[in-house]
């Protein structure tokens, strides 16, 4: 993918946990209206890459990251950006849902918003929970605990609850590996509807959802010492039916990893 018109951009990223080099020198850049999918082995820092996106790798003790992440060319390290505000227009959504166990429905899709009227909140929760394609399943029970909700219908809340802040880029964490294969599909469809209108950046480590729902692909692979590196970056058709490494067409083929 071409660096110009990428919303959000990452060049020469490393990351750290401690003195420990997770990710090294990663250069990447995420297409707008499109899904961008990251994928390779465990270990291999997929994760690592996505949480530096909106800087939540550095809530961990001791780790930090070097390099650049800009979105719309803005450093979101450098500048002085508010993680406030980059988190709310690079959205996140984790592998397990999490929607908050004290709130409503209603509660989680507007958890994000400050100084709003109770008019606007509605309004806005209904735009968002329509954009998770859940409205139609909860609108007569916005006041029920969303813990009442399944797997599925908690994960597109938590979607909901990202969409509601009106990001930029959303970020996906293994959206599906705690769901059943329904609620699997669910999201995937949802995923790529939402490519509309959103940069989505996915891992996953499940190839065949990678080749279903991305439109680009990234494969990483950590090195002898167990630091993470992008090996190649590409459509997603062509990382699947002509990879230019060998060692992504050894790990698509299962001849590794």
Request: glycine residues 8%; hydrophobic residues 40%; negative net charge.
């Amino acid at each position: 993918m071409n660096a110009n018109g990428a919303p959000l951009r990452v060049e020469h990223l490393s990351a750290y946990y401690g003195a420990r080099r997770a990710v090294a020198d990663v250069t990447m850049a995420f297409a707008p209206n499109a899904v961008t999918a990251l994928m390779g082995p465990s270990g291999c820092g997929k994760t690592t890459i996505l949480r530096c996106l909106n800087r939540i790798h550095e809530i961990l003790p001791g780790a930090y990251a070097r390099g650049g992440v800009l979105l719309h060319d803005e450093d979101v390290y450098a500048s002085g950006m508010s993680v406030i505000e980059l988190r709310r227009r690079v959205g996140m959504v984790f592998q397990r849902p999490n929607p908050f166990p004290t709130l409503s429905i209603l509660g989680n899709a507007t958890a994000g918003l400050s100084n709003v009227s109770a008019t606007e909140k509605l309004e806005i929760a209904e735009k968002a929970l329509r954009g998770a394609v859940l409205w139609e399943e909860v609108k007569d029970k916005l006041h029920k605990p969303a813990t009442a909700l399944s797997g599925g219908q908690q994960q597109r809340l938590c979607i909901a609850r990202a969409l509601a802040v009106e990001p930029e880029v959303l970020l996906m964490d293994e959206p599906t590996s705690s769901l059943d294969p329904i609620s699997t599909l669910s999201i995937e469809e949802l995923m790529t509807a939402l490519a509309d209108r959103y940069a989505i950046v996915v891992v996953t480590h499940n190839m065949q959802q990678a080749a279903r729902v991305s439109d680009y692909s990234a494969f990483m692979l950590a090195d002898e010492q167990g630091v993470g590196r992008l090996v190649e970056m590409d459509e997603t058709t062509k990382i699947f039916t002509k990879p230019s490494d060998r060692r992504t067409e050894d790990y698509i083929t299962g001849r590794f990893g």
